[in-house]
């Protein structure tokens, strides 16, 4: 179970998180929403263990990340998978090889790793560009193989940041089936995204934010209604029904 208690971020004086409280159950499926600077990242950091709260608490399975010592923080860290916002593919690895890391940081024998890896590659349909280089290889392709190196050692919880933010809609669909496959297994998902198209297409629980607090926690995408949470003002007509009369109104829109 995870859960956050009255969490706050501040970096020096800007506060970027704010009174943060939710629970997530093992196997649930939470999207993380909310406009470009909401806070979504921050959250996703916080979770990891890579930034620490300014105020509350966090606790991951028993274990609580305020007064976690750095040597029992390396090995939570092995219960998660994570796909960063921009993959962070090793560069010099070829995609077997990236998707194989996290099972050789585990000390997992060699020939566990191949079969292991073999069957990551097939799930997410890489196994043809086992031996490419990830500069030889697509943005959705890219993606797929962040997804396979954040699952493959089997991890209680995922956590996703803008997993879709650099693919086409196509790509995006194969990463939320993709998902929904892992999640089907049991696995706790946590995806941040700022795509409101993804967020109805998961229609899970969804933890909206705005400005670094909570501004809505329910199941269900939009559906084509504006997200509560909203970032740029801009002008749009509102002709009001019965009243041909018509007026400007200020309404927000998501970045
Ligand atoms: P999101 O993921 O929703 O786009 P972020 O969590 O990346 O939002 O950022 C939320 C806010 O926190 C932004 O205004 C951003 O500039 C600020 N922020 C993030 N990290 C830092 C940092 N290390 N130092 C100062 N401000 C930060």
Known sequence: MIELKNVSKSYGKTTVLQNISFTVNPGEFVCITGPSGAGKSTLLHLLTGAETVTKGSIEIDGVNLNIVPPGALQIFRQRLGIVFQDYKLLKNRTIAENIAFPLEVCGVPDSDIAKRVRTVLKLVELTKHADSLPS???????ARAAVGRAVVHDPMIILADEPTGNIDPNQSKTILNLFNEIHASGTTIILATHDTALVDALNTRVIELSDGAIVRDS???????????EKHDILEEDADEGNDKKKKVKVTAIS
């Open 219 to 229: 199941v269900g995408g939009y559906k084509g209604k504006k997200p509560k949470a």
């Open 136 to 142: 030889e290889i697509s943005g959705g392709e890219k």
